[in-house]
């Protein structure tokens, strides 16, 4: 068991910047799994309706936890794509979680994000290299790119949008220094709890 460890490699303010930066690490992996995690936080009925066209029938949940009148948890249970606005709008802001194969939506995801915190995970392999420190490992190998963000697993709201690599739980710096380099960046701080 375990988590990967997640070293943030590079950071900007342009969203299509750091999406390429992914996408070129992506490049770099010896395999990749067939389906690419989605997360966004979606705050108005805009980004829900822009979303909804990219997801058709994706998965939303309240963003914060809400209860009902006895206490108990409350699921958003509404089919987001074919609510009209006014029922929706107390709703917001909604998170959105969907698993897509890896190909299919990415570039259409970015561009509809609006200004929550949002997330693309590539889970995948990295190739053996006898400089690093560790194996790589399928389990923890890949690479994210984290919008309005600066970790990995979520947090508060940043202008900038960050880009991270994946290694094995127990790190591998070597590794994290030699694909920061790779698409131009550095390692930026110490590691985090991946996924």
């Not at 805009?46 to 936890?65: F, H, Q, S």
């Not at 987001?80 to 998170?95: G, R, Y």
């Not at 202008?159 to 127990?170: A, D």
């Amino acid at each position: 068991m375990g988590d990967s460890r997640a070293y943030a490699v590079f950071r900007t303010t342009d969203a299509a910047t750091a999406y390429a930066r992914a996408e070129r690490l992506c490049g770099l992996l010896e395999e990749r799994d067939d389906e690419v995690g989605l997360f966004a936080e979606l705050r108005t009925v805009a980004e829900v309706r822009a979303m909804a066209e990219v997801l058709p029938g994706a998965r939303y949940d309240y963003v914060n936890r809400r209860t009902g009148p006895d206490g108990e948890d409350v699921w958003f249970d509404l089919h987001a794509d074919a609510t009209d606005d006014a029922t929706l709008e107390p709703h917001l802001p909604l998170d959105l979680f969907e698993d897509a194969p890896t190909g299919s939506v990415e570039d259409r995801f970015v561009r509809v994000l609006g200004r929550g915190t949002a997330a693309v995970d590539w889970h995948g392999l990295w190739p053996d290299d006898p400089e690093s420190d560790r194996s790589p490992s399928a389990k923890y190998d890949g690479v994210q790119v984290v919008f309005h963000g600066e970790d990995a697993q979520g947090g508060r709201w940043a202008e900038y949008h960050t880009v991270f690599v994946h290694v094995s739980k127990f790190g591998d710096l070597s590794r994290a220094r030699k694909l920061a380099a790779y698409i131009g960046g550095e390692v930026l701080g110490e590691p985090q709890l991946g996924w």
